[in-house]
């Protein structure tokens, strides 16, 4: 069973801020089997910008049975990367949403997982992306798996490390 919640539109993206309309439950504007079904009548919006609410039924490590916490899906964002303590183990995961401080108003919290560089993998990672021209290109793929492997990381985790530096660091290094 799902219910779509609160609308989470970010409409001050494109300026860098955050914003969002206030609008409080999803309601279909059209009858089943029409595309209206999936915009809502109250904020014009799709679906699914809004906070999906699915109880599931099941053991969890906390003992209780059936759960019936509310579970949310991610929205665009990953909520775990992956290298060296890739991010939560199932068991984990599944402790953390049946503790009740992760549990407020039947709105899970849940800490996304952030990989930590020391500065000698950094200083690696930004010769590799500077010798690259900051782009990941399939004839560099055996250099960068090379990185990857010698620092204990997955490729997605450098990629994402070059896309959130490549302005600041890459910008930085061509002024001097």
């Given at each position: 069973m799902s219910k779509y919640k609160e609308c989470l539109?970010?409409?001050?993206?494109?300026?860098?801020?955050?914003?969002?309309?206030?609008?409080?439950?999803?309601?279909?504007?059209?009858?089943?089997?029409?595309?209206?079904?999936?915009?809502c009548a109250a904020c014009n919006c799709h679906r699914n910008f809004h906070r999906k609410e699915t109880v599931h039924h099941h053991h969890h490590p906390c003992g209780y049975f059936p759960c019936t916490m509310p579970r949310q899906r991610p929205l665009a964002l990953p909520l775990t990367s992956?290298?060296?303590?890739?991010?939560?183990?199932?068991?984990?995961?599944?402790?953390?949403?049946?503790?009740?401080?992760?549990?407020?108003?039947?709105?899970?919290?849940?800490?996304?997982?952030?990989?930590?560089?020391?500065?000698e993998h950094k200083d690696k990672m930004l010769t590799l992306a500077e010798k690259l021209g900051w782009r990941l290109q399939r004839h560099d793929e055996g250099v960068v798996q090379q990185l990857c492997n010698e620092i204990d990381i997955k490729r997605h985790v450098f990629k994402v490390w070059m896309h959130n530096n490549k302005h600041t660091l890459g910008k930085k290094l061509t002024l001097k």
């Open positions: 539109k970010n409409h001050a993206a494109g300026i860098g801020g955050h914003a969002v309309d206030g609008c409080g439950e999803f309601m279909p504007s059209g009858e089943d089997g029409t595309v209206d079904v999936f915009k992956g290298g060296t303590g890739g991010g939560f183990r199932e068991d984990q995961e599944l402790l953390e949403m049946c503790n009740p401080n992760n549990n407020i108003n039947g709105t899970l919290l849940k800490k996304r997982f952030r990989t930590k560089f020391s500065q």
